[in-house]
């Protein structure tokens, strides 16, 4: 019994290493890793590489919208920002920061846009600057271009009450077009259409006109539509003074002791004091020296080499005298007046005013215009030749 259970002691003693070994109580080693594999990598050891390539995407993906930002703008400045900031700076303005940013430049945009606009334009851009930020994406994508397009209609009509025939055919054209047709009549259209109305009437007033107002038309005519809105605007005043004084001399040296007065004042005086002694005047001193005459014949000493009529007679509705000599401008004033409405180009403020266009007629207006410029450079072209 002895010798069997020494045996049992000795068998469980020689296999109780292997047991050990085996079992999971003893399958790691000293310092608690597994005997057989090295440690596996933690979540804290992979945590720095992948936060490096998520902030290499954002300063990615900030530079991307900085270059498509206007330089100087709050979204250009804050996206700089936030990459020197860091991570986190760079994450919050991506998600948030660069919202804010832009509807900021949104609202400085639409600030500039309204202060050049016209009623209409001021009106829809004041009611996104009090609106969303949704509102303000809006107007600066399509609210502008209706609100622009509906004062460019008021300013047509502006143009159009106040111009000649060539002008008001080419307005109404416009407004029967489309936007881009409105912005072209006034950029452009306007004024090659003023200028055809203008050298109709530098031609009409090259017909009825003395020496020097038909020199002055000639070299409009001959020049840029700016040099015929000058003739319009100033020089036909000029060159109708100049045959004003002209006529004048002409008066004074066939005239009595009471018109050379007169003519000589006005000769000294202004253009407008001018025009008023060959309108009337001439005619009251030319009865001064009359009633002188007769009140010298009747007590015999009358003058008989004072001829008081001499052979000028007042300038009719045409403006030519009954003489061959220079050309009055009795319809002065009238003319001027009509000029100043045709003549030149001038900017018209959008006031909202709704004008109701005349309709008809303009076309016929401007081939009339046009036949008589026609027959006026055949005219010059014949005597030249």
């Known amino acids: 019994m002895k010798l069997s259970r020494i045996a049992s002691a000795v068998a469980a003693a020689a296999i109780a290493p292997t047991v050990l070994l085996a079992s999971p109580a003893f399958a790691t080693s000293g310092d608690g890793a597994p005997a057989s594999n090295p440690p596996a990598p933690t979540t804290p050891d992979q945590a720095p590489a992948d936060d490096d390539a998520q902030a290499e995407e954002d300063r990615a993906e900030i530079l991307r919208i900085i270059g498509a930002a ?13 990459i020197d900031a860091g991570p986190a700076a760079m994450r919050e303005f991506l998600e948030t920061g660069q919202h804010t940013a832009r509807d900021q430049d949104n ?20 009611e996104a600057l009090n609106g969303t930020p949704e509102d303000r994406v809006e107007f600066l994508e399509t609210g502008q271009h209706t609100a622009r397009d509906v004062d460019n209609r008021v300013r047509i009509a502006q143009i159009h009450s106040l111009g000649g025939p060539g002008v008001q055919e080419a307005a109404e054209a416009a407004l029967r077009g489309t936007p881009e047709d409105r912005v072209r009549f006034l950029e452009t259209g306007q004024h090659i259409a003023r200028d055809e ?8 007033i090259l017909e009825a006109g003395g020496p020097a ?3 002055a038309a000639d070299a409009a005519l001959d020049g840029t539509p700016q040099d015929r809105a000058e003739f319009l605007e100033t020089g036909q005043h000029i060159a109708r003074d100049e045959d004003n004084q002209v006529l004048i001399s002409h008066i004074i040296s066939k005239g009595g002791p009471h018109v050379r007065e007169a003519g000589k004042a006005a000769l000294k005086g202004t253009p407008e004091d001018r025009v008023e002694f060959l309108e009337t005047g001439q005619h009251e001193a030319r009865a001064l020296d009359e009633k002188a005459a007769e009140e010298d014949d009747d007590s015999g000493t009358g003058d008989a080499g004072d001829d008081n009529d001499a052979d000028t007679k007042p300038a009719d509705d045409t403006g030519r005298t009954g003489t061959s000599g220079p050309v009055a401008t009795t319809t002065t004033a009238t003319g001027n007046q009509n000029v100043t409405t045709t003549g030149g180009s001038r900017t018209l403020a959008a006031t909202g005013t709704d004008v109701t266009l ?24 014949g005597a030249e030749g």
């Open 70 to 82: 206007k330089p100087g703008s709050a979204v250009a400045e804050r996206g700089s920002a936030a």
């Open 107 to 126: 609202r400085v945009l639409i600030v500039q846009i309204i202060s050049v606009g016209g009623v209409s334009l001021v009106e829809a851009g004041r």
């Open 197 to 204: 109305d203008n050298s109709v009437l530098v031609a009409r």
């Open 213 to 215: 107002v038909r020199k």
């Open 358 to 381: 005349a309709a008809g007629g303009a076309g016929a207006a401007v081939a009339a215009g046009a036949g008589l410029l026609f027959a006026l450079r055949r005219r010059r072209t």
